[in-house]
């Protein structure tokens, strides 16, 4: 292959990263990557997880042993139970297959190659829809195992809300049994989610047109600071009786980034043979998954688990979501406060209306190369802001620069 390979270009936000790294501005500003950072701009190590990692150097049975192809059962199991609920039916009949992943990326990549192989339906379409716009990944991990990409209208520009119309219009239009991808929460990039009652709508149109739900959830608890409420999508879709699929990361709401924790589930739908179903789907997943990477990682499947297992450090850990999801929730009062203060031109509810992780500004891609070259304000070209790159000391900053660039 020597002679044929070209050059790749970098991926950009991680050459965003790179770029900010070396900028020795005492401004810079990094609203990039989606990564919490305190009121200090520094990462976080949830209190929780530092308890649960002196349990685990404790702990005399530790060792480096591998995991089972399906990774950590302790974890896996009550990965499930957060997303679908302790007391769900599916649950109950055991209609999930859990499998443990290398983070929320890993348990895409391994749903996408699971319905490479298997989602033959006769007539139903292989075509994966995702949200324009989507996480920028998620295209090259469905292409990259040979499911071709469509998307569907997402974002409206003009009120820089859901384009539900748009969104109901293409799931309409597309073949019938067409699979979806759904952000269960706090929407990447844009921060915009369905209210429940246009999630319902939603969920019966997919019915209608007996579309495959493939949800992507890295923000559950971080989102809303509620657990159950962040779930509550996938909760809908379940109970009404779909098969489904769902990735989820464990990267964001318990601060383990770079330990690359997370889980795929499958979920049949109610039917006598569901235990069957799912015992053949987990034997199909074992496959691929002792293909591609033998079994999981174990650290911070083990940090999740024993908070997950443990009554006291469960509700410690919900404590710690809700002083995240506040922190940005107040950042973003503050930015849109100072925006509407100095009369910055436009509308700015939307900084407040959009929920997690990001928020999609509306600047233009030379605003925002503007604002990195002149302020050393590092942002996505697409105008996205990591809000939790704000803190009380920059937030004005940035305002008074986003300000200055919407005026010229
Ligand atoms: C992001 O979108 O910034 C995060 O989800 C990090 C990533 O892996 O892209």
Known sequence: PAEVVPQAPEDPLFGLMRAYKADSSPDKVDLGIGAYRDDNAKPWVLPVVKKADEILRNDPE??????????????????AELLLGKAAPAIAEKRAASVQTISGTGAVHLGALF?????????????????????????????????????????SKETK????????????????GS??????????PTGVDPTPEQWREIASLMKAKKHFPFFDTAYQGFASGDLDRDAGAIRL???????????????????????????????????????????????????????????????????????????????????????????????????????????????WNHITDQIGMFSFTGLSEPQVLKLRSDYHIYMTKNGRISMAGLNSRNVDYVATAVDKVVRE
């Open 62 to 79: 530790a060792n480096h042993e591998y995991l089972p192809i399906a990774g950590l059962a302790a974890l896996t199991g009550k990965a």
């Open 115 to 155: 319905l490479a192989k298997f989602y033959k339906i006769q007539g139903s379409n292989r075509t994966v829809y995702v949200s324009n716009p989507t996480w920028a990944n998620h295209h090259q991990i469905f292409t990259n195992v040979g499911l071709p990409i469509a998307t569907y209208p997402y974002f």
């Open 161 to 176: 809300g859901l384009d539900f119309d748009g969104m109901k219009a293409a799931l309409e239009q597309a073949p019938n």
């Open 179 to 188: 699979i979806i991808l759904l952000h269960a929460c706090a929407h990447n």
């Open 237 to 347: 879709f379940v109970e009404q009786g779909f098969e489904l699929v769902i990735a989820q990361s464990f990267a964001k709401n318990f601060g383990l980034y770079g330990e690359r924790a997370g889980c795929f589930h499958y979920v049949a739908p109610p039917s006598a043979d569901a235990a069957g179903i799912t015992t053949r789907v987990a034997s199909q997943l074992a496959i691929l998954q002792r293909s591609e990477i033998s079994n999981p990682p174990i650290y911070g499947a083990r940090i999740a688990s024993i908070v997950l297992n443990d009554a006291a450090l469960f509700a410690e850990w919900q404590e710690n979501l809700r002083t995240m999801s506040g922190r940005i929730i107040n950042m973003r009062n503050k930015l849109r406060a100072k925006l509407e203060e100095l009369g910055t031109p436009g509308q």
